[in-house]
């Protein structure tokens, strides 16, 4: 039987590719029943003539022959959709040894000069490709996931070299490997994989037409799985047409179609749509298989799904029961389906009300879920191995999410006693460190970040019970337990390329394969960036160009990763060993007594601030009313960075900027009280990130005269940094030597166009992006400024400022400071991107963007990007502020100044001289951002004291002092005195005249 057969319903074409034909007609007759009865989907009845051609076939051609390992392959499919996984594995790994044995043994006669023919050769990878496959399939159904992706690789690489890359087997292949995907929550690579094998198909719909339906059925289950109902449900109902057209109703991939619709119906809440198709459903394969087949589970545990949910308890219980009898009918092993039901047992209970009930079902779910080695009362966080506990991944957070809720209701029951609240907390504990697990396991980031998107209401559990169980026993430990869990929902992404980057490093991996993962991500990248623009620009023929590259270059990723960890255990152990933050230690290395570290956490309604301080923790909850904090935040921003409103209505702007940095600093900083606090280290979370915290008022302003120099700034009262993350933070305060030539890099763009020459190698998108960047008159005087204070280094501007010398010298120096303008992409942060000069390089379109900078490696202590908005991008949760800046800590750099909003030319440039002076004095990177402050509100009049021109730049992560090769000062300092003067004596005038550029 063919590799497939178990997958799709391919036995149309079973004559074209059973392989070559048997010497006996006994044999042969065998198998043709076999065929017919599987197409018919009677597995029992064609177990003895499965069992007669494997009898055959070792009397035949021997025990040690591919054909008898064939025959094991057929009576292993069997068993397998039967649900005799134990008997089927057993088969097939005896077929694939068999099969193995004999590639090598051919491939020891070749190496040794024996001649072997073309045919032995190809027919022994063939039997070798089959019994790959075969087994990968039974391991992706039992959770064996890694060796499932091994083996499915090597079978596809066999049938590439033997059939070529349109062969149904390489389609076929692929869809083995995008469900697979899709087990492990690597989502970012199956779409790719179904577009392409449509693409194909739809060449020759004809020969084509099962792997469309089917394939058209499995995208739109990828659709429903990543919430993007609107594409799921026509691929749904596409694939019912196809089943219809082909096969006709009376086939259980129809009925399957039917089911996948009613279940995309359920996701969108339309309960009495849901319903309607899941009875169809039902009934369709009641007709042709019975009321008792093991496949109308599936459809009768969702349509029981839904009977609770409407509350028809009755009925929903009719149909649980039935499910049951059916198991018994069967004789079922204990499998993931059986779990379900015991999974939607205990949903019923639940919503009944009866909790005990409902735990004896989570109970026997978890126990069939955790291999059969645990019960829910064997949960002790110090003994179990969350690391190997289950297999299933795509399961296992559904059921947790279930047994969470139990125990907060079961803890509200109990009227939120120390010890139900202790219970609870245990589970959420183990409900995180199981997460863990599964984000260690997904290698890409975008799926990382799908993944922590369903997992933040689990850590704001943990925080919460954390509180609630403090107040009942003051053990600290609880809170500093909290920040560890506010910890996780950051920056983890981040911290996980930092991660792998270490393990790169000291992992003992040799730099050809160091260089390797760097090229194949490089490329993917580019990959990326090609497939965005021909999406928007709807370019389909470019689309389907570069998918089967995307698919490509995912694979070696996959086999290189997989080599690796296989190959370097040190390397494996960097990679992948779980890090847990010591509050301990970053009391000890990033506190001292002046200094408090504050942690938000947001979800939904509730912010958590968490305070540490070098001899405490303290955690207070925030409460909004839906809706009010990114409203808040809103028009907050407005007030801090919308100039033709700030200088258009002064007195409308003064009242609502003191208005909302006063009910910021009450919200957030209030609540701390910071008594013998001189310095902040203020780690965001959520939509927080996009404000300075320096700008708050700890008083609301009663006179409105349009004073902001007088107003009482937080900036004013203590010395602020930020980090992502306080892990991140440690990390760079752990690694604060770095190899470089203790100078400073300045680079000062210029912008002038382009003429007919140089636009003819750019992009449409690139001729308009570069019409629009408007010239920036002060960065001129502000590299030549940088030149007279530091002197050591290099200092450019004008066309020597280009992409291409960036990335050739920029990893070397102890500063580098940009000046130019940057380009902000909401909807794709690795499309965002820093202006250079245009040099009509043609290698390079001098957009750096962010993709490009995060492959890029920096031993550089500081980066200042004196530039708009570098610091402000999309939010996502468990990685921050998809910013410019961020691809910067991508490379390795552990400081960075950046720009919240877009800034002004002329006010950037004074604030630049008076930081880089205080730099030049040996102040640390927060103290001089600080003073740099402080000096503009001083020295500037009027509306120019307004924060949208000074508090735009903050300072985020390593905090110490640049020891950087050093000038002469009095041409500084005459230059600085002179820039001040020049906004000094402007005043009010240059800011109404908008005579000023924003970079």
Same mark, same amino acid.
Not at 563 to 568: G, M, Q, V
Not at 984 to 990: I, M, Q, T, Y
């Given at each position: 039987?063919?590799?497939?057969?178990?997958?799709?319903?391919?036995?149309?074409?079973?004559?074209?590719?059973?392989?070559?034909?048997?010497?006996?007609?006994?044999?042969?007759?065998?198998?043709?029943?076999?065929?017919?009865?599987?197409?018919?989907?009677?597995?029992?009845?064609?177990?003895?003539?499965?069992?007669?051609?494997?009898?055959?076939?070792?009397?035949?051609?021997?025990?040690?022959?591919?054909?008898?390992?064939?025959?094991?392959?057929?009576?292993?499919?069997?068993?397998?959709?039967?649900?005799?996984?134990?008997?089927?594995?057993?088969?097939?790994?005896?077929?694939?040894?068999?099969?193995?044995?004999?590639?090598?043994?051919?491939?020891?006669?070749?190496?040794?000069?024996?001649?072997?023919?073309?045919?032995?050769?190809?027919?022994?990878?063939?039997?070798?490709?089959?019994?790959?496959?075969?087994?990968?399939?039974?391991?992706?159904?039992?959770?064996?996931?890694?060796?499932?992706?091994v083996l499915f690789m090597e079978a596809l690489e066999i049938d590439k070299q033997i059939y070529g890359e349109k062969h149904p +087997? @390489?389609?076929?292949?692929? $869809? *083995? #490997?995008?469900?697979? /995907?899709?087990? %492990?929550? !690597? =989502?970012? &690579?199956?779409?790719?994989?179904?577009?392409?094998?449509?693409?194909?198909?739809?060449?020759?719909?004809?020969?084509?037409?099962? +792997? @469309?339906?089917?394939?058209? $059925? *499995? #995208?739109?289950?990828? /659709?429903?799985? %990543?919430? !993007? =109902?609107? &594409?799921?449900?026509?691929?749904?109902?596409?694939?019912?047409?196809?089943?219809?057209?082909?096969?006709?109703?009376?086939?259980?991939?129809?009925?399957?179609?039917? $089911? *996948? #619709?009613?279940?995309? /119906?359920?996701?969108?809440?339309? =309960?009495?749509?849901?319903?309607?198709?899941?009875?169809?459903?039902?009934?369709?394969?009641?007709?042709?298989?019975?009321?008792?087949?093991?496949?109308?589970?599936?459809?009768?545990?969702? #349509?029981?799904?839904? /009977?609770?949910?409407?509350?028809? =308890?009755?009925?929903?219980?009719?149909?649980?029961?039935?499910?049951?009898?059916?198991?018994?009918?069967?004789?079922r092993e204990a499998d993931i389906s059986l779990m379900f039901v015991k999974q939607g047992w205990a949903k019923l209970y639940i919503?009944?009300?009866?909790?005990?009930?409902?735990?004896?079902?989570?109970?026997?779910?978890?126990?069939?879920?955790?291999?059969?080695?645990?019960?829910?009362?064997?949960?002790?966080?110090?003994?179990?191995?969350?690391?190997?506990?289950?297999?299933?991944?795509?399961?296992?957070?559904?059921?947790?999410?279930?047994?969470?809720?139990?125990?907060?209701?079961?803890?509200?029951?109990?009227?939120?006693?120390?010890?139900?609240?202790?219970?609870?907390?245990?589970?959420?504990?183990?409900?995180?460190?199981?997460?863990?697990?599964?984000?260690?396991?997904?290698?890409?980031?975008?799926?990382?970040?799908?993944?922590?998107?369903?997992?933040?209401?689990?850590?704001?559990?943990?925080?919460?019970?954390?509180?609630?169980?403090?107040?009942?026993?003051?053990?600290?430990?609880?809170?500093?337990?909290?920040?560890?869990?506010?910890?996780?929902?950051?920056?983890?992404?981040?911290?996980?390329?930092?991660?792998?980057?270490?393990?790169?490093?000291?992992?003992?991996?040799?730099?050809?394969?160091?260089?390797?993962?760097?090229?194949?991500?490089?490329?993917?990248?580019?990959?990326?960036?090609?497939?965005?623009?021909?999406?928007?620009?709807?370019?389909?023929?470019?689309?389907?160009?570069?998918?089967?590259?995307?698919?490509?270059?995912?694979?070696?990723?996959?086999?290189?990763?997989?080599?690796?960890?296989?190959?370097?255990?040190?390397?494996?152990?960097?990679?992948?060993?779980?890090?847990?933050?010591?509050?301990?230690?970053?009391?000890?290395?990033?506190?001292?007594?002046?200094?408090?570290?504050?942690?938000?956490?947001?979800?939904?309604?509730?912010?958590?601030?968490?305070?540490?301080?070098?001899?405490?923790?303290?955690?207070?909850?925030?409460?909004?009313?839906?809706?009010?904090?990114?409203?808040?935040?809103?028009?907050?921003?407005?007030?801090?960075?919308?100039?033709?409103?700030?200088?258009?209505?002064?007195?409308?702007?003064?009242?609502?900027?003191?208005?909302?940095?006063?009910?910021?600093?009450?919200?957030?900083?209030?609540?701390?009280?910071?008594?013998?606090?001189?310095?902040?280290?203020?780690?965001?979370?959520?939509?927080?990130?996009?404000?300075?915290?320096?700008?708050?008022?700890?008083?609301?302003?009663?006179?409105?005269?349009?004073?902001?120099?007088?107003?009482?700034?937080?900036?004013?009262?203590?010395?602020?940094?930020?980090?992502?993350?306080?892990?991140?933070?440690?990390?760079?305060?752990?690694?604060?030597?770095?190899?470089?030539?203790?100078?400073?890099?300045?680079?000062?763009?210029?912008?002038?166009?382009?003429?007919?020459?140089?636009?003819?190698?750019?992009?449409?998108?690139?001729?308009?992006?570069?019409?629009?960047?408007?010239?920036?008159?002060?960065?001129?005087?502000?590299?030549?400024?940088?030149?007279?204070?530091?002197?050591?280094?290099?200092?450019?501007?004008?066309?020597?400022?280009?992409?291409?010398?960036?990335?050739?010298?920029?990893?070397?120096?102890?500063?580098?400071?940009?000046?130019?303008?940057?380009?902000?992409?909401?909807?794709?942060?690795?499309?965002?991107?820093?202006?250079?000069?245009?040099?009509?390089?043609?290698?390079?379109?001098?957009?750096?963007?962010?993709?490009?900078?995060?492959?890029?490696?920096?031993?550089?202590?500081?980066?200042?990007?004196?530039?708009?908005?570098?610091?402000?991008?999309?939010?996502?949760?468990?990685?921050?502020?998809?910013?410019?800046?961020?691809?910067?800590?991508?490379?390795?750099?552990?400081?960075?100044?950046?720009?919240?909003?877009?800034?002004?030319?002329?006010?950037?440039?004074?604030?630049?001289?008076?930081?880089?002076?205080?730099?030049?004095?040996?102040?640390?990177?927060?103290?001089?951002l600080q003073q740099a402050k402080l000096d503009y509100i001083k020295n500037v009049k009027g509306i120019g004291a307004h924060p949208?021109?000074?508090?735009?730049?903050?300072?985020?992560?390593?905090?110490?002092?640049?020891?950087?090769?050093?000038?002469?000062?009095?041409?500084?300092?005459?230059?600085?005195?002179?820039?001040?003067?020049?906004?000094?004596?402007?005043?009010?005038?240059?800011?109404?005249?908008?005579?000023?550029?924003?970079?």
């Amino acid at each position: 039987m063919n590799k497939y057969l178990g997958l799709l319903f391919f036995l149309f074409l079973s004559g074209a590719v059973l392989g070559q034909e048997d010497d006996t007609l006994a044999l042969k007759e065998a198998r043709d029943q076999i065929n017919l009865l599987y197409e018919q989907e009677e597995y029992e009845k064609a177990l003895p003539y499965a069992e007669t051609a494997r009898d055959l076939s070792k009397q035949i051609y021997g025990e040690t022959s591919n054909q008898y390992a064939e025959s094991l392959d057929d009576l292993a499919f069997l068993y397998h959709d039967l649900g005799k996984l134990t008997k089927a594995e057993i088969l097939y790994r005896k077929s694939f040894s068999i099969a193995k044995a004999n590639r090598e043994a051919l491939e020891k006669l070749d190496t040794t000069g024996r001649q072997v023919t073309i045919d032995t050769i190809k027919n022994s990878q063939i039997a070798y490709s089959n019994a790959s496959n075969n087994l990968a399939l039974l391991c992706r159904d039992i959770g064996k996931y890694e060796e499932a992706e091994v083996l499915f690789m090597e079978a596809l690489e066999i049938d590439k070299q033997i059939y070529g890359e349109k062969h149904p +087997y @390489i389609l076929m292949g692929l $869809n *083995n #490997l995008a469900i697979l /995907y899709q087990s %492990t929550h !690597q =989502y970012i &690579k199956v779409e790719q994989i179904y577009l392409e094998i449509l693409d194909v198909c739809e060449t020759n719909p004809a020969r084509y037409y099962p +792997y @469309i339906a089917q394939v058209t $059925n *499995n #995208l739109g289950v990828y /659709y429903r799985r %990543t919430r !993007q =109902y609107t &594409k799921a449900i026509p691929l749904a109902k596409r694939s019912i047409e196809i089943y219809e057209t082909y096969i006709g109703k009376d086939h259980g991939n129809y009925a399957l179609g039917i $089911n *996948n #619709l009613a279940l995309l /119906y359920d996701y969108i809440e339309e =309960y009495d749509l849901a319903g309607q198709k899941f009875k169809e459903a039902i009934r369709l394969q009641e007709q042709y298989l019975g009321i008792s087949d093991f496949r109308l589970v599936h459809p009768l545990r969702h #349509l029981a799904g839904v /009977y609770v949910y409407k509350q028809k =308890y009755k009925e929903a219980e009719q149909i649980f029961k039935r499910l049951e009898d059916i198991y018994i009918v069967n004789n079922r092993e204990a499998d993931i389906s059986l779990m379900f039901v015991k999974q939607g047992w205990a949903k019923l209970y639940i919503s009944k009300g009866e909790l005990d009930i409902a735990y004896q079902y989570l109970d026997e779910a978890f126990y069939i879920l955790s291999n059969k080695n645990y019960k829910l009362k064997d949960i002790v966080l110090d003994k179990v191995d969350v690391n190997n506990l289950f297999q299933k991944d795509d399961y296992i957070m559904p059921l947790l999410n279930t047994i969470h809720e139990w125990y907060l209701l079961k803890s509200k029951e109990l009227d939120y006693s120390y010890e139900s609240l202790k219970t609870v907390y245990d589970f959420v504990v183990f409900e995180s460190l199981v997460s863990k697990v599964l984000l260690k396991k997904v290698p890409k980031k975008e799926d990382k970040l799908r993944l922590l998107s369903g997992m933040s209401k689990t850590f704001y559990h943990c925080i919460e019970l954390a509180q609630q169980l403090y107040e009942k026993s003051k053990d600290s430990q609880y809170l500093k337990n909290a920040l560890g869990f506010a910890e996780y929902n950051k920056s983890i992404v981040l911290s996980e390329s930092l991660q792998s980057t270490e393990a790169f490093s000291f992992g003992g991996v040799p730099d050809s394969l160091t260089q390797k993962g760097k090229e194949l991500q490089g490329q993917l990248d580019k990959l990326e960036k090609q497939k965005i623009k021909a999406t928007n620009t709807k370019d389909s023929a470019t689309l389907d160009q570069i998918r089967p590259q995307i698919i490509e270059l995912n694979l070696q990723q996959d086999a290189l990763l997989k080599h690796l960890k296989d190959t370097y255990p040190k390397y494996s152990k960097l990679r992948y060993e779980q890090k847990e933050l010591d509050i301990d230690e970053v009391q000890k290395e990033l506190l001292d007594n002046e200094t408090a570290l504050l942690e938000y956490f947001v979800y939904d309604t509730t912010a958590y601030l968490i305070v540490l301080t070098q001899k405490e923790i303290k955690l207070h909850p925030i409460t909004f009313r839906k809706g009010e904090l990114a409203k808040e935040i809103k028009t907050f921003r407005k007030s801090l960075s919308d100039y033709m409103f700030i200088t258009g209505k002064p007195d409308k702007a003064y009242s609502l900027y003191t208005h909302s940095a006063h009910y910021f600093y009450e919200k957030l900083i209030a609540p701390a009280k910071l008594e013998g606090i001189s310095k902040l280290i203020i780690v965001p979370d959520n939509l927080l990130s996009h404000i300075p915290f320096e700008t708050l008022l700890l008083e609301e302003s009663k006179n409105q005269d349009g004073n902001y120099a007088n107003l009482e700034y937080l900036v004013k009262h203590y010395t602020i940094s930020y980090s992502y993350s306080t892990e991140l933070l440690l990390e760079n305060k752990k690694t604060a030597q770095r190899e470089n030539n203790g100078q400073l890099l300045a680079m000062g763009a210029v912008y002038n166009g382009l003429d007919s020459s140089v636009s003819a190698s750019r992009s449409p998108l690139q001729t308009q992006l570069r019409k629009t960047l408007a010239p920036l008159p002060s960065i001129k005087q502000e590299i030549k400024k940088l030149e007279t204070l530091y002197g050591a280094g290099q200092f450019l501007y004008g066309e020597a400022v280009n992409e291409a010398t960036f990335k050739k010298i920029a990893g070397d120096y102890a500063i580098v400071h940009l000046a130019m303008h940057g380009l902000l992409n909401e909807n794709h942060a690795l499309l965002s991107s820093l202006a250079f000069s245009e040099n009509g390089d043609t290698l390079e379109d001098n957009f750096l963007e962010a993709h490009e900078i995060s492959n890029m490696q920096l031993n550089t202590d500081l980066v200042v990007l004196s530039a708009c908005e570098t610091g402000y991008g999309k939010f996502e949760q468990g990685e921050g502020v998809m910013s410019l800046a961020r691809s910067f800590m991508y490379a390795g750099v552990p400081s960075l100044v950046v720009s919240l909003w877009q800034v002004n030319d002329k006010a950037t440039a004074v604030l630049m001289e008076n930081f880089y002076s205080n730099l030049y004095d040996g102040m640390s990177k927060n103290n001089a951002l600080q003073q740099a402050k402080l000096d503009y509100i001083k020295n500037v009049k009027g509306i120019g004291a307004h924060p949208a021109f000074w508090s735009p730049f903050i300072q985020i992560g390593n905090t110490d002092a640049v020891n950087v090769a050093k000038g002469k000062t009095w041409l500084w300092w005459l230059g600085g005195l002179a820039g001040l003067a020049l906004v000094v004596l402007a005043g009010r005038k240059w800011l109404k005249r908008s005579e000023y550029s924003l970079r």
